[in-house]
T-cell receptor, first 112, second 111 residues
Framework: KAGVTQTPRYLIKTRGQQVTLSCSPI?????VSWYQQTPGQGLQFLFE???????NKGNFPGRFSGRQFSNSRSEMNVSTLELGDSALYLC???????????FGQGTRLTVV | DQQVKQNSPSLSVQEGRISILNCDYT??????FLWYKKYPAEGPTFLIS?????DKNEDGRFTVFLNKSAKHLSLHIVPSQPGDSAVYFC??????????FGTGTSLTVIP
């Protein structure tokens, strides 16, 4: 089975721009979650999608949004980028219920 | 509000000895706990999990202990190997919902 695939791996954007990150989950996994990792902050939960519906949302401003398509692929969008948005963005997929999540390799976003 | 806390940012252990990584949580509704291992520039890799109905789960060199009354879990690695050097995150969830992660503990195993 192919793992979770995130594209692109690296991205450099300028303040004020917007960015879209993509995540393809493991086949059959309907839940996709997004996390932001910054030094000293661990993994901060952004949102979770399940069957194209946002099921949970973390404490991030409205500039951060996402969606999930019918094939479970997910995209995350950040508008009006700020320097503080520089981070590793991780996507994770899992089947339903209490099971482990499988992470992609992440997208390293640098805002200059 | 950090519902899952790892109070030790780093830990160094000699090869062959035991590594003990600790994690505390505040939400008594958490019913599923996990440990992940992360190398730089890679996504976290699942290591071991435990349900709240158990107090111990073992997988090879890795054992997770859960103390619900203290809201504390720990990961024991015996014996520690240099390849275990990585950042370890604990995570918790309630009713199959989102995971809450700790801030991580960087483990260094000294050969």
């Amino acid at each position: 089975k192919a793992g979770v695939t995130q594209t692109p791996r690296y991205l450099i954007k300028t303040r004020g721009q917007q960015v879209t990150l993509s995540c393809s989950p493991i086949s059959g996994h309907r839940s996709v979650s997004w996390y932001q990792q910054t030094p000293g902050q661990g993994l901060q939960f952004l949102f979770e999608y399940f069957s194209e519906t946002q099921r949970n949302k973390g404490n991030f401003p409205g500039r951060f949004s996402g969606r999930q398509f019918s094939n479970s692929r997910s995209e995350m969008n950040v508008s009006t980028l700020e320097l503080g948005d520089s981070a590793l963005y991780l996507c994770a997929s899992r089947p339903t219920g209490n099971t482990e999540a499988f992470f992609g390799q992440g997208t390293r976003l640098t805002v200059v | 509000d950090q519902q899952v806390k790892q109070n030790s940012p780093s830990l160094s252990v000699q090869e062959g000895r035991i590594s003990i990584l600790n994690c505390d949580y505040t939400n008594s509704m958490f019913d599923y706990f996990l440990w992940y291992k992360k190398y730089p520039a890679e996504g976290p890799t699942f290591l071991i999990s435990i349900s709240s109905i158990k107090d111990k789960n073992e997988d090879g060199r890795f054992t997770v202990f859960l103390n619900k009354s203290a809201k504390h879990l720990s990961l024991h690695i015996v014996p520690s190997q240099p390849g275990d050097s990585a950042v370890y995150f604990c995570a918790a969830s309630a009713f199959g919902n989102q995971f809450y992660f700790g801030t991580g503990t960087s483990l260094t195993v000294i050969p």
